[in-house]
């Protein structure tokens, strides 16, 4: 028998001197394995009964650039843990809610979408920019860092007098940082030397389109979009959408051939994107 002191494959028992320690390198292979799925089933029992800490980045929202940043920015949602006796609320249920009083689908709640339900009382408090509609956005903060119970830990909220998102500036933002990697994007050669910067440029692309997506309601209706949808509001912010959805799809596709190494499809798709970009911008932009 080897020495106690022997650190490697002895399970020894630390806390009762009664049970003798088990040499795992002179247990039978079926008995070691059986050893190990029951650590693996005790940890996984442990883990499951643990308290859960839920993070704001696992609860917010998909879409819009600026959320997460923002939100890890101000410290929203960390660990709850240390944010014991101020119970937090997920928010994206709520706010998923909410957003059904959309009812021309510009994507903000306006104080008549709202009626006269309970939403009502808050409507103005939830109104960060005092514009007379609540964005997903507004919502989001307000549930999570304005209401009672959702509020974040005192020295982390947001100013009174915080700078308002500006919407349109965001839309552009987004857009014009699409544009500077697609611009890269008609250049590369799409081969191992340019593998990396075609794989960062790509996602720029995405990244810039996403956050874009985000704030279309706050682009100005094109003259060509005001002939094809006139004051048909929701069918102009869904094709909008979709036209936004189809060049996202187009440089997903970009993105997979660039990591496969197919440099003729990066080629192709890049000049599709290209195409999407152009077509989009005939009917939306002015
Ligand atoms: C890869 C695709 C795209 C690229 C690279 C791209 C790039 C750009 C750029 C560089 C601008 C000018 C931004 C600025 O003023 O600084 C712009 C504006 C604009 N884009 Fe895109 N775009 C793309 C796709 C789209 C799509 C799919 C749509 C609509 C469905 C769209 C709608 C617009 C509109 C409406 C503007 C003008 C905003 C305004 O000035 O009022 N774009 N885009």
Do not use: C, W
Not at 60 to 75: H, I, L, M, T, V
Not at 132 to 153: D, I, K, N
């Amino acid at each position: 028998m080897k020495s106690s002191s022997s650190r490697s494959g002895v399970l020894r028992a630390r806390t009762h001197p009664s049970i003798t320690p088990i040499d795992i390198r002179r247990v039978s292979m079926p008995f070691r394995t059986t050893l190990t799925v029951l650590a693996a089933l005790t940890a996984a029992l442990l883990m499951a009964t643990a308290p859960r800490v839920v993070t704001a980045a696992q609860d917010a929202p998909s879409g819009g650039e600026s959320r997460d940043d923002d939100r890890s920015r101000r410290g929203v949602g960390q660990d709850r843990g240390q944010n014991r006796g101020n119970r937090q609320i997920d928010p994206a249920p709520l706010v998923a809610r909410m957003m059904q009083s959309d009812a021309d689908g510009d994507g903000r709640i306006s104080r008549a979408e709202v009626g006269r339900g309970r939403f009502a009382d808050l409507f103005d408090e939830a109104d960060a920019d005092k514009d007379g509609y609540v964005t997903e956005r507004e919502m989001t903060v307000f549930l999570t860092e304005r209401r009672p119970g959702g509020a974040a830990p005192r020295g982390e909220r947001p100013a009174d007098d915080a700078a308002p998102v500006d919407s349109k500036a965001a839309f552009d933002k987004g857009m014009a940082e699409s544009g500077r990697a697609l611009r890269g994007l008609r250049r590369t050669p799409f081969d191992e030397t340019s593998f990396d910067r075609d794989l960062t440029s790509v996602i720029r692309v995405q990244d810039g389109l996403l956050a874009a997506r985000g704030h279309v309601g706050s682009v100005p209706m094109s003259d060509a979009a005001k002939e094809k949808f006139g004051t048909d509001r929701r069918a102009y912010l869904r094709s909008f959408q979709a036209h936004m959805a189809k060049s996202l799809v187009t440089s997903f596709q970009l993105e997979i051939a660039i990591l496969e190494g197919d440099s003729s499809k990066a080629k192709e798709l890049t000049d599709a994107l290209v195409g999407d970009r152009n077509g989009s911008h005939d009917l939306f932009e002015n």
